[in-house]
């Protein structure tokens, strides 16, 4: 407890402070036209906890340290004023007195003072507006701020334009108050979150225009109507620009239930009136492809929303989440093919997140004021902090510009120069079209997608061949093209019996190890059948030549996890369990090998072998791509999102099942070209010619061929934008093949995609030089503000404070310039 008062006029207060919480006498001036007394601790640096007499006071630096602690290390009031207790007094820091409430509500007056004097509100008697008290970004295009005044005569208007993401945080929720009517604002639509009364009398029309769903079942469009009783606000929405990460001043709301139009729409509003006379908008939204929708109707139809007259809007969805929509969203709505959008990924406001996650669990039980002013002062200090490290953000990207330019450039004039002219201007013409009728409709946009036919199959191949075998006059050549089928289809049952061994170790149980077994009978009968067919085609004594070969590589179960070209083992056959027929060679013409098949005039099976292990090959190449983009599903739609550890593992499960799937079709593949190596004849150079074409046609797959991946056919993804697709991808098929169409339409889409990739680069180029020089002047800008205030100034202490700040802003201007003119004169074009 609080001693007695241990002088006359004196009266002993309780000092927080940083070095911990004491009680001090103070004596206070009694003269007749003396201050009050909270004005006099003022005056000597303590903030009193209340007015009339005060009993606690803060000084200014804890008050700064809480600020910091709470943005640097989300410790809240109850966290830092424990420390202080355990400060002051180790032993007993419970009998240290409790003042948590006290610095609750002094915080609250201390945030709120130190933003109103930083956006210049302790030097100019203006009434504060919504966003005011925000820090803008610097680098954006500002009119009145850091554009020439001269700026809308400029030839390249396209520079001029605002570019915002929007995002759902679904973490900073808010229970329900007790007693709402006691909440008092500090700050209502000052900074950040958007004023409340006009916001909820918004919310009253209860307008929402539903559409036709013509895309996957996104999460926000599913939870828009999802009740969550127990919570006032079941999260936030905001917007930030999205080439720089500031968040953009009165554009936060409240989702009362889901991600909803009604709540998105008025955050759009407040952009366009940010707008300040620019015409040129990219909105950047994770549904963008639904939300566009009857988006002018919805504003032409609510009163409380207003578009500027004339405004061209373009819609875009980030890098990462176009991936989780259907095919077609990845041409119409990615940013890598909307004209002057520069190069950016459009997912910048996702890692702004993590600074608000930090103190959702401390803002979820406050008071809504209190929450909304705590939301607004980490989106301040994020903006801020963005501020400070601006210089060095754009010297990053002219280095980028610097270094991938040139290569952009280089890898499609190498494209241009193996087009046929005349295509390749017919194809830029249509893309120029696209872009320049991009609000006509979004369909045209579609050229820079595909849809691959599927390759010929073994089946479609055997078909054809069985057909022309019916054509042939002597009846003994009929039925070699099934019999051959029939060995490659045994081979891949060899490989099955091959990896159920490897798996079937000493630890296995009775029934796998009978199962294995049934398996290798069932195995060893089909091989004897076979053979005993490839007596009609081969006679004897060939099968009795089989018998010397080399054991089959495909006894080695471990090489089933092994992906590429894998080294020829011997074998000895006396090695060879009597048991394990997996391991015994099958009488293909490939196993003989062409000068065998050449001397003993057997080469039409060679032949027909060689057209079906193409097909084969085709077959596994399909598989793989489907499996590929099956496990790519698995991660973005189960792992991803799963909620728990469980759900995780068992989503981690589906993708070891579709790695297997993947393995085994890539151990057919690598066995299959193996064979095709066998039938051309050594020695021979047309053989040899014919050799090489084919396997550089169907190459070697490597592991990093099977990533699981989301940008299957969509190389400009964050990440793999400079990587190259897997050359199965892009592979020039056989007549077959090239006669439905894909290849041409696959060079198409890889023509105007570098096309598109130099373009955005160009774009970044002007758009980075642009930014530094609306960085410069908008520092610039700050500094004559400041010093105009000064100036303006009736004490001394309001002078220093404004030139300070002037200061300051030159400081950052200087670094600026000479930053910026180092990295020009260091990396040039």
Known sequence: QPTSQAYGNDRLLVVVDTSGIHELPFTFCLCRDAPKQDLQLLQLGYYPASQKRPSTVFTTRVLDAFLVSNRECNASARSFYNMLRRTTNAAFPHMVPDRYRELLRVSRQ???????????????????????????????????????????????????????????????????????????????????????????????LKQEWPTE???????????????????????????????????????????????????????????????????????????????????????????????PAGLNIHGGIGQFHVHGHIPRCFPRFSLNFIRYAGIQDGEIIETLWNKINGIAGSTRGMSSAHRHELIDDRMNDSNWMKLTRIVPTLIRKWRRVCKELPTADQKFAELEAKTDAAQGAAWLAAADAAAAGRHAGLEAFDMYAVQPSPLPTKKEIQAKLMEEELQVDDINAGGETSWVAAGLRLEERKLSVAY??????????????????????????????????????????????????????????????????????????????????????????STFGAEYLTRHGLTGLSDKELQLRKG??????????????????????????????????????????????????????????????RLFLPGDRAAEMAKATLLARYRTIVGDDLRASTT???????????????????????????????????????????????????EERILVRFEMECTVRYFEHMAADWMRWAQASLTAGHRAFAERQAAMWRSLRDHAVNGFAEASAAHQL
Request: overall charge positive; some cysteine; proline content about 4%.
């Open 110 to 204: 201390w945030r709120n003072m130190k933003a109103r004097l930083s956006a210049g509100f302790g030097h100019r008697q203006d009434a504060v507006k919504p966003g005011d008290l925000a820090v803008r970004c610097p680098a954006c295009p500002q009119p009145g701020l850091n554009l020439p005044d001269n700026w809308k005569e400029d030839a390249e208007q396209w520079k001029y334009t605002r570019a915002v993401v929007m995002d759902g945080n679904f973490t900073a929720q808010h229970r329900h108050m007790k007693n709402p009517a006691d909440d008092v604002r500090l700050a209502d639509g000052q900074t950040f979150v958007v004023g409340e009364e006009r916001y909820k009398e918004h919310l009253k």
């Open 712 to 762: 299957v056919l969509e190389p400009f993804t964050p990440g793999l934008r400079h990587k190259h697709e897997a050359w199965f991808w892009s592979m020039e098929d056989t007549e077959e093949g090239r006669g439905i169409g894909w290849m041409e339409d696959f060079n198409r889409m890889i023509f105007l995609r570098a096309h598109a990739r130099r373009e955005r680069w160009r």
């Open 213 to 307: 769903n013509t895309c996957h079942d996104h999460r926000a469009v599913l939870n828009t109507a999802v009740s969550r009783g127990k919570y006032e606000a079941t999260g936030i929405g905001a917007a930030a620009c999205s080439r720089h990460g500031f968040f953009q001043p009165h554009s936060t709301v409240d989702f009362q239930l889901g991600e909803r139009q009604i709540n998105m729409d008025y955050i759009i509003h407040w952009i366009f009136a940010f707008l300040s006379g620019l015409t040129q908008v990219l909105l950047i939204y994770d549904i963008m492809c639904q939300y566009i929708k009857r988006l002018q109707e919805r504003f032409e139809k609510s009163q409380y929303l207003s578009m």
């Open 500 to 589: 159920t061994a490897r798996c079937v170790g000493m630890q296995s149980t009775d029934a796998e190890r009978i199962g294995l077994a049934d398996q290798r009978q069932k195995l060893a009968r089909a091989i004897a059948t076979f053979h005993k067919a490839a007596e009609r085609h081969f006679g004897t004594q060939p099968l009795r030549h089989l018998r010397s070969l080399p054991a089959d590589q495909t006894r080695l179960g471990s090489e089933w996890d092994l992906v590429g070209d894998v080294p020829q083992i011997p074998v000895h056959r006396e090695d060879i369990h009597h048991l394990q027929p997996e391991t015994l060679a099958l009488a293909l013409p």
């Open 616 to 677: 084969q090959m085709n077959d596994c190449l399909q598989t793989i791509r489907i499996g590929i983009g099956h496990k790519s599903m698995v991660f973005r739609k189960k792992v991803r999102q799963a909620t728990s550890t469980q759900a995780r593992l068992r989503s981690f499960d589906e993708v070891h099942v579709a790695d297997d799937a993947l393995k085994k079709n890539v151990r057919i593949y690598m066995q299959a070209r193996r064979a095709v190596a």
